[in-house]
C-alpha cells in the first residue's frame, strides 16, 4: 500500500464525508445556527450549499474512484462511507421546496461579502445584496432536504458501485487468469499423462525385449547343445555304418608322398609364403611340420622346387606315378569331399 495515496485518499474522504456529516448534524438542512465550522472565510452552511451547487461534491466522487485508488482502497472506502450512506437512508427528512434560514456574524461581513455576493449571483441565497451598505445577519435558502439526501446518497452509492464494479472487475479478471492456468494445467496434465504412457509403453517393451532375448538366449543355448549332440550322435552313426575315425588312419609313411600330399593341400604354393623366404627356408618349415620319418633338407629342398616347377616334366613324371595313390588316401580320410584331379585341394574347398 502506497502510503502517499492513501493519504490523499484520505483528505478526500474527510472533504466528502464533511458534507454528509455536516448535512446530518443541520437536522437533514434545515438547522444550522449550531453546526461547528471548518474556516474562518466562511459559514459552514456557506461551504455546504455552494459545494453542491458547484459541483465540488460531485468532483470529490470523482476523485476517490480515480483509478489510482481503485480497487486497492476498498475496504478502506466502504468503512468510512457505508455508515455514513445508512445513516442518511435510515434519516427523515422535509420533502418539497423549504425557505432554510441561515444566519452570518455581521461582524465577519467583510470576510464574507465576496461569498455571499457570488451565493447571491448564483441565487443560491434569495435575499440579495444590494449594495456595500446592505449588511444584514438572516439570510435564507430555498432547497429540498429530501432532494440534497438524494444528491447525496448518489455520490456515496457512485462511490461504493465503482469501488465493487473495480473489485468485480478484479475478481473476474482473476477468475479468468484463474480458468487460462487451470487450462494451462489440464493441458499440461495431459501430456504428462501420455509421457507416462508413453514412458509406461517404453518400460513395458523393454521388459517384453528382456524377456524375448533371455528366451531367445535359452533357445539359442538348447539349439546349440541339440545341434551339438545331433553331430555327435551323427558321427556315432556313422562309425557305426563303417566309416573310419580319423584315429583309426595310417600316416603316409614315404617322405616324398607326404611333400607331394603338401603341394597338393597348397602348403607349396609360393604365393601363400611371405615375399622373400627362400627355398631353403620354406623346406626347413615343413621339414618341421611333415611329422613322419625323417627326411633330408636337400631332399624336402629339391621336391619344394619340384613342386613349384608344375610345368616340368619330372613334376608331370611324379604326380602321374602318385596322384592316384595320394587322392585314395585324402578320399580315406575325408570320403564327403569330392577330390578332382590335377586340382590343388585348396582350390578345390573354395568351391
Known amino acids: 500500500m502506497d502510503s502517499k495515496d492513501f493519504e490523499r485518499l484520505g483528505r478526500l474522504l474527510d472533504n466528502l464525508s464533511w458534507y454528509v456529516e455536516t448535512f446530518i448534524a443541520s437536522g437533514m438542512g434545515l438547522e444550522w445556527d449550531t453546526v461547528p465550522g471548518r474556516s474562518y472565510y466562511a459559514t459552514p452552511w456557506m461551504e455546504f450549499f455552494k459545494g453542491i451547487n458547484d459541483g465540488s461534491y460531485h468532483r470529490l466522487s470523482e476523485a476517490i474512484t480515480d483509478s489510482e485508488y481503485m480497487p486497492r482502497f476498498r475496504e478502506e ?64 435558502v430555498e432547497e429540498s432536504p429530501a432532494q440534497i439526501r438524494s444528491y447525496l446518497t448518489h455520490g456515496i452509492r457512485y462511490i461504493l458501485d465503482q469501488y465493487n464494479s473495480a473489485e468485480l472487475e478484479r475478481i473476474r479478471e482473476l477468475e479468468n487468469r484463474l480458468k487460462e492456468k487451470d487450462a494451462e494445467l489440464g493441458e499440461k496434465n495431459i501430456r504428462l499423462a501420455l509421457l507416462q504412457e508413453k514412458e509406461e509403453q517404453s518400460s513395458k517393451q523393454l521388459r517384453d525385449n528382456q524377456t524375448t532375448i533371455t528366451t531367445l538366449t535359452m533357445r539359442n543355448e538348447l539349439l546349440e547343445k541339440a545341434l551339438s549332440q545331433y553331430e555327435e550322435d551323427e558321427e556315432a552313426e556313422d562309425t557305426k555304418k563303417g566309416e573310419i575315425s580319423l584315429s583309426d588312419i595310417v600316416p603316409i609313411k614315404d617322405a616324398n608322398l607326404r611333400m607331394y600330399a603338401l603341394y597338393k593341400l597348397g602348403f607349396l604354393d609360393r604365393s601363400i609364403w611371405r615375399g622373400g623366404i627362400t627355398y631353403e627356408q620354406e623346406a626347413k618349415i615343413l621339414r618341421k611340420i611333415l611329422g613322419g620319418g625323417p627326411i633330408k633338407q636337400d631332399t624336402a629342398l629339391r621336391y619344394c622346387k619340384l613342386f613349384n616347377g608344375s610345368n616340368s616334366s619330372d613334376f608331370v613324371s611324379f604326380e602321374m606315378q602318385h596322384e592316384d595313390e595320394l587322392l585314395k588316401y585324402l578320399k580315406h580320410v575325408c570320403p564327403k569331399i569330392d577330390f578332382k584331379k590335377g586340382e590343388l585341394i585348396n582350390r578345390i574347398r573354395k568351391y
Open 77 to 140: 472506502v466502504n468503512g468510512r462511507l457505508a455508515p455514513l450512506l445508512a445513516e442518511l437512508e435510515a434519516a427523515t427528512v422535509e420533502t418539497g421546496k423549504r425557505k432554510i434560514p441561515v444566519r452570518i456574524d455581521v461582524g465577519k461581513f467583510r470576510l464574507y461579502e465576496t461569498e455571499l455576493r457570488q451565493m447571491s449571483t448564483d441565487n443560491i441565497i434569495f435575499d440579495l445584496i444590494q449594495d456595500d451598505d446592505d449588511i444584514r445577519d438572516a439570510y435564507y
